[in-house]
């Protein structure tokens, strides 16, 4: 125990031993423990731990880092792109989408949604045969004298206007291009294009 140096600065103190200075170092010309002289500036024997940082960092910044403008385009290099830190501590995510505990959630929004859709369609089939029977028109068709009519229920293409040669159900009479039209208001027969509406 005579050959056992301790540490000279007051402040010192071991963790295990409570108020007794660490150990020295005997070839410190401080007579310091090793971190009491690496605080001090170092020594001689403690220079090398003290120093092995900035060399460290010394060595860092003079090595030379080619820029990526120089890395040849052609190289297989470019294949893989490099990994940095910051992708190496990512961690990998896992997408997790909530998921209803009870099986009939949202069952009768869903039943609603139909019963709103058959009505909309209910509907819009209900408009497209009133507008249909408001265009329709009764035709009565003369081909040849002391003949009996024919009779024809026809719906316009565009309401309010009627169109001979827009119905097939005329045409197969060949009726040509021309007609003669019966105005029932000067009580004549007005020949006209085929083509041509009748208001």
Request: aromatic share 6%.
């Amino acid at each position: 125990m005579t050959d056992t140096v301790l540490c000279t600065k007051a402040d010192c103190r071991n963790l295990k031993q409570g108020t007794q200075p660490r150990k020295a170092n005997k070839n410190c010309t401080r007579r310091n423990c090793k971190q009491c002289c690496e605080v001090a500036g170092g020594c001689r024997v403690h220079r090398v731990a003290a120093a092995s940082s900035p060399v460290v960092t010394q060595q860092h910044e003079n090595s030379t880092i080619p820029p990526l403008a120089a890395i040849n385009p052609s190289s297989t290099q470019l294949d893989h792109p490099p990994v940095t830190a910051s992708n190496q501590s990512l961690p990998a995510t896992s997408r997790n989408y909530a998921r209803p505990l009870d099986p009939n959630y949202a069952r009768n929004y869903v039943l609603g949604h139909q019963r709103t859709l058959v009505a909309e369609q209910r509907f819009q089939a209900d408009q497209s045969l009133s507008i249909m029977i408001r265009n329709m028109v009764d035709i009565v068709l003369w081909l040849k004298n002391n003949e009996p009519p024919h009779l024809a229920k026809l719906t316009c293409s565009t309401p309010g206007k009627f169109v001979p040669g827009d119905h097939p159900l005329l045409m197969r009479f060949e009726l040509g291009d021309y007609i003669a039209v019966y105005c029932s208001d000067q009580h004549a027969w007005i020949e006209q294009d085929i083509k041509t509406p009748l208001l």
